[in-house]
Nanobody, 124 residues
Framework: QVQLVESGGGLVQAGGSLRLSCTAS????????MSWFRQAPGKEREFVAA????????YYADSVKGRFFISRDNAANTAYLEMNSLKPEDTAVYYC?????????????????WGQGTQVTVSS
């Protein structure tokens, strides 16, 4: 399986921005669709954004549409999540995920590899 490592989380004030990165190793990165999920305390893990293998199409949860932007660089084996206009309700652990790309958006059951997670905290 592909191994994933996230970076870029942290503490930011409401209205601020953060950029998360997810670097892959082990298997051919371009064979996988990439997505970001998040999990807030006491809540289930939820889909945030996904980008297909070529990078030419993406999909967003309604809650982040217009504020978050997902991209990938297959030459660098890296996926990104640009998060703008952050809100306190965006506070969660954010997970990078790889899946075969059979459907968009993916479900948690489609994911074949997870990153370790990175904390994003948005203060009001």
């Amino acid at each position: 399986q592909v191994q994933l490592v996230e970076s870029g989380g942290g503490l930011v004030q409401a209205g601020g921005s953060l950029r998360l990165s997810c670097t892959a190793s082990g298997r051919t990165f371009s064979n996988y669709a990439m997505s970001w999920f998040r999990q807030a305390p006491g809540k289930e893990r939820e889909f945030v954004a996904a980008v297909i293998r070529s990078g030419l199409n993406n999909y967003y949860a309604d809650s982040v549409k217009g504020r978050f932007f997902i991209s990938r660089d297959n030459a660098a084996n890296t996926a990104y999540l640009e998060m703008n206009s952050l809100k306190p309700e965006d506070t969660a652990v954010y997970y990078c995920a790889a899946d075969p790309g059979w459907r968009l958006p993916p479900t948690v059951n489609d994911v074949v590899s997870w990153g370790q997670g990175t904390q994003v905290t948005v203060s009001s």
